[in-house]
């Protein structure tokens, strides 16, 4: 543990919490966590994690818009539930994403774990769209990957930041909850 993953960890802890809260300052706080991160994840040989990053970045700013300046009258995104078959596409691109990923990283890189960090990511990258677009299905999401990361943060000797996915991980159960209750759009 660096001092480095510990200040990325308590970043991410308060952008997963005011994401909970539906405050936008996660998005700005959450970009400066995810670009420590990338730079943590290089270190350890998690590429397809730094890429995820970076990505992130970009999301990050895209989910700042949609929370602060999107939808009617420029008052930022509700919550609202996506339909089975707009589920079932986005699961589908993250599967897709997942295996073009994997392949790559097992072929071209020295990545330790190509195949379950591509599937982590591609799936991530989907949670993430969800989540800045204020979808309540972004929650379930990020349960199962947290899950999955936890045990990978662990193999990784990555322990804070294996104790951050669990803590994210009761913070999307929360968030599960918390914007299941919010008055939804069906759309």
Not at 163 to 179: E, I, N, S
Request: aromatic content about 14%; proline content about 3%; some cysteine.
């Amino acid at each position: 543990m660096t001092g480095l993953e510990l200040f990325a960890a308590t970043l991410g802890v308060i952008a997963v919490w005011l994401t909970v809260k539906q405050n936008p300052w996660c998005w700005p706080i959450g970009l400066v966590m995810v670009l420590i991160y990338s730079w943590i994840f290089f270190e350890v040989k998690l590429y397809s994690d730094m890429l995820l990053q970076v990505i992130y970045a970009a999301l990050q700013i895209y989910g700042w818009w949609q929370w602060t300046r999107a939808g009617d009258m420029r008052h930022g995104r509700e919550v609202s539930h996506l339909q089975g078959s707009s589920v079932l596409y986005g699961l589908l691109i993250g599967a897709v994403a997942s295996l073009l990923l994997g392949a790559a990283m097992a072929h071209w890189t020295d990545a330790a774990q190509p195949w379950l960090d591509a599937a982590l990511t591609g799936f991530s990258l989907v949670a993430q769209v969800w989540m800045a677009q204020k979808r309540v299905q972004c929650w379930p999401l990020w349960i199962a990957v947290d899950v999955i990361y936890v045990g990978l943060f662990i193999y990784k000797d990555l322990h804070l930041t294996a104790a951050l996915y669990g803590l994210f991980l009761l913070l999307a159960v929360q968030g599960w909850r918390t914007w299941r209750a919010a008055p939804a759009l069906r759309t």
